[in-house]
């Protein structure tokens, strides 16, 4: 397993997977979320404060997360995708831990991670690991939760 910061090769193969599996798991969750920064994620997750990780496996991506930067004290987390043939190794988990262990080292406060009601797998991981629930939205017929980490 590679965990490594997202460099420009990476760009096809993060994209392809991420839109791989928000084809097959989430299809009907499309107009709940925006895909713009796909096409340019070295663009949108460029800064001091924000980041982009991949995990590459035999020359294939097989997990991405990213951190976009919210407000001075708060961050999001982003795109937590494992492929589905790599899960239930640990992939979920040092994705999770590297996006953590940079926002700690920008004096990020509060960490932000916002999902479907379909995303469970994605939403245990970090409830695991200290997010909890803190609000339950609707937008375009689909039940957002809204899950914080304190740094």
Known sequence: MDLRTFCEKDAAGAKQL???ILAHEYPFDKSA???SDLEKIGEVYQGERNSFF???EDGVIVGTVGVKEDSKDSALLRRLFVDSRYRKRGYGTALLK???EFCRSKSY???LFNGTGRMIDAMN???KIGFREVEQLEISGFKIHRLTLQL
């Open 18 to 20: 991420i839109l791989s």
């Open 98 to 100: 590297k996006a953590l």
């Open 54 to 56: 991949v995990i590459e």
């Open 33 to 35: 979320y925006s895909d």
């Open 125 to 127: 991981l970090c409830k």
């Open 109 to 111: 406060k509060t960490i």
